[in-house]
């Protein structure tokens, strides 16, 4: 196995994995946001009874004259059996039940009524104006919503609308969440030389959450190799995916790869040809997938941004996770040197790409305003101005 990598590379191989979440059942309010697991079939008619689209007069179309006598009313939520007969007409509103016999709704505006006779013009309307059919939304076993939706408070209203309580969706991963790093302070304590401040837990947290990704547990761990090793060994009993922040590297106190190891997860790439990022390390241990990130804040957001979110939407069902960058001008000219495939921080300002001062990969600053990242490939040096440049947006 090549230990440096690409990133088309790196990719094909993660898409190549074609990871299947969890499903289940879900009420409809607790599946907003997720993906639909199967295709939703319709349970019944819709509507399930022929009714007035209008406030009106309900008629049969094919009787002579242009005068009928009101002879009933029909409002919504009603349940009649009755029968229209010859020369007569109904007041019916919006959603009532056409009564049988009757096939038109000439709606009120329309109408000149005395006491209990109204008159119309026929030449304005047609035959069967303003009566929702039976069956005209959807009819029993049709597929209302195809799997790999996601569910929108729309989706949420028209499931209703079918008497559908539940629906089968794909249930986001359990995420665990551990930090390396001795040199790492929660916020609200005080700095001592040589410490910073955990940036990426709260970094991390804030994309699985906007991702819908709510049961993560988070572990702190010191620089020793039994404490890593044993930590490893006690997020992956109940976790579908583990993330790993720092200690990847080749330095005298990274032991997250050794750990790893002797954890019996199997490696499938470590280190590639990127900046920022290089010693991104991905594997899996049965279904369980595993990725060490690098410890730099914005190495790690960009890591996380191009290679874990994909596989995380797609666990969730999610159709579009690979789905490809856009396509924006550059504003400017661009050199690099190194033969890397370069990620940079980038905001979007009128339609063209502006690339943002500190892309060094302790640099948070970009992150404060950045709208995305963009892929220069490691065989292109210079890029001109105007030129189609990939753009990955938050």
């Known amino acids: 196995m090549k230990e440096f990598i690409t990133v088309s590379e790196a990719k094909t191989i993660l898409k190549s994995l074609q ?6 059942l879900l009420s409809l309010q607790e599946s907003l946001g997720k993906f639909t697991a199967s295709a939703v079939l319709a349970p019944m008619d819709v509507p399930s009874f022929d009714n007035s689209g209008m406030d009106g007069y309900a008629i049969a179309w094919d009787e002579s004259g242009e005068g009928r006598e009101v002879v009933e009313v029909i409002q919504a939520g009603a349940s ?4 229209l007969e010859k020369g007569t007409a109904v007041r019916i509103f919006t959603g009532a039940p056409v009564p049988q016999g009757a096939d038109t709704v000439i709606p009120q505006e329309y109408i000149t009524r005395t006491e209990n006779m109204i008159f119309f013009d026929s030449t304005e309307f047609f035959r069967g104006a303003n009566v929702r059919k039976k069956g005209a939304q959807c009819k029993v076993g049709w597929e209302v919503v195809p799997a790999g939706t996601k569910i929108t408070p729309g989706t949420i209203g028209l499931l209703a609308s079918l008497g559908i309580q539940e629906v089968e969706v794909c249930i986001p991963p359990k995420v665990a969440l551990i ?32 991702l ?12 020793e190799k039994s404490e890593v090793t044993r930590v490893i060994s006690e997020a992956l009993i109940d976790s579908d995916f583990v993330l790993l922040t720092g200690g990847i590297s080749v330095g005298d106190f990274d032991f ?10 199997d490696q499938l790439f470590y280190k590639i040809r990127q900046r920022p990022g290089k010693p ?20 790690v957001l960009s890591c996380f941004i191009q290679y874990v979110k994909p596989c995380l939407l797609e666990w969730m069902g999610n159709p ?3 789905s490809p960058p856009k396509y924006l001008p550059m504003e400017k000219d661009f050199d690099k040197k190194a033969p890397l495939t370069f990620f940079l921080k980038a905001k979007v300002v009128d339609g063209k790409i502006h690339l943002l001062p500190g892309q060094e990969s302790f640099n948070l600053l970009p992150f404060g305003v950045a709208d ?9 040096e210079h890029v001109e101005e105007g030129s189609l440049v990939a753009f990955y947006p938050w």
């Open 19 to 24: 990871i299947k979440g969890k499903t289940g």
């Open 80 to 83: 009649t059996d009755f029968v």
């Open 280 to 299: 991104l390390f991905a594997g899996i241990k049965g279904e369980k997938l595993v990725f060490a990130l690098p410890g730099n804040p914005a190495s």
């Open 256 to 265: 997250v790869k050794g750990s790893l190891e002797q954890n019996g997860v």
């Open 372 to 380: 995305g990242l963009v892929e220069i490939s490691q065989d292109i």
């Open 320 to 322: 579009e996770a690979w």
């Open 212 to 223: 819908g990704i709510g049961d993560l547990s988070i572990f702190r761990v010191k620089d």
């Open 179 to 210: 930090l390396t790093g001795d040199e790492i302070i929660e916020l609200g304590n005080p700095l001592n030389p040589g410490q910073i401040y955990n940036a990426n837990g709260p970094t991390l947290e804030a994309y699985l959450q906007q």
